[in-house]
């Protein structure tokens, strides 16, 4: 296995919308997506994929499970929603994973997992999204979910998994 570095995005200050278009292609069945020193100070941050025609899908097809553990306690959580909801924390000093299963492809529902360690709160997080509408993706749209905080740290990696 070997991961091929498709693109690289070092955030700027005060910017509420990230777009990575052009991504996700037949190339690959695999995509890793890293976020390194988190990507803002607030984790209220929403992906959600651009379709084949580069439109951001805000319909309701998206499921998230959650587990997180902290020094307080652990928190389980299941939701449908508009959006892949607070798929990475936006905190300075965070380092978040994500694994997308052929989002390119419109033959099945696109999943993902996430893993990340959270500075803020010495937390750990792991859970999987699912996109359950049949269609192409070929990017994704990062949108914070109130519009007073931004993305302004941190670098976002995507690497497609070459076998």
Known sequence: MKL???????????VTSVTIDNIFSA???D????????????PNNRPRFLDASGNEDSGNEYQLHQI???NTGQLFQRSDTNSMSDMF?????????????????AS???SALVWGIQSYGNS??????????????RGI???????SVYYNTGTIKIYGVAE
């Open 141 to 147: 749209k990062f949108i914070v979910y109130n519009g």
């Open 89 to 105: 924390w936006k905190y300075v000093g965070n380092h978040q994973i994500a694994y997308f299963y052929r989002p390119f492809s």
């Open 124 to 137: 750990y997080t792991e859970h999987a999204h699912n996109h359950d509408s049949l269609q192409s993706n």
């Open 68 to 70: 997180r553990a902290n």
């Open 31 to 42: 995509y890793v997506i890293m976020v390194d020193y988190g990507m803002g100070n607030v």
């Open 108 to 110: 099945h529902p696109s």
């Open 27 to 29: 190339d690959y069945d």
């Open 4 to 14: 091929v570095e498709i693109k690289k995005v070092v955030l700027q200050p005060n």
